[in-house]
């Protein structure tokens, strides 16, 4: 079996596919001073990217697991997910009120997904 890492460092991977299958580390905000939906939505872009970079994309998601910081930021990032999620192909999710590493992250958001065939 062959695994692949993407983005390594000596603490971590961005992402780790093996067997076809796409794990991404716990995305957080590169924008922290923004507000929870600008923050959502710059998580997503980096899902995107890694995914893309795994031969995978939004679509083959299979679980989603947000942690935010406060439960009262759940309509905001829903706002972001619900422009950016394919609603064909939602995935499993769970979210949960988590403190965070950084007091600045409002949002963290680590999935699992499938190759592209």
Known sequence: MTIRY????????????????????GMVPENPEADT???????????????????SDKNHILEATIFLRDL???????????????PERAPARACVEAGLADSAWAVEIKVSAVQRA
Not at 6 to 25: H, I, K, P
Not at 37 to 55: F, H, K, M, P, S
């Open 6 to 25: 993407f983005g390594q460092t000596a603490r971590l991977s961005e992402a780790v596919c093996a067997n076809g299958l796409v794990f991404l580390s």
């Open 72 to 86: 009262a930021d759940y309509a905001a990032m829903n706002e972001a997910w619900d422009e950016w999620v394919n």
């Open 37 to 55: 939906r600008a923050q959502t939505r710059d998580v997503l872009r980096q899902i995107d990217y890694w995914l893309n970079e795994c031969g």
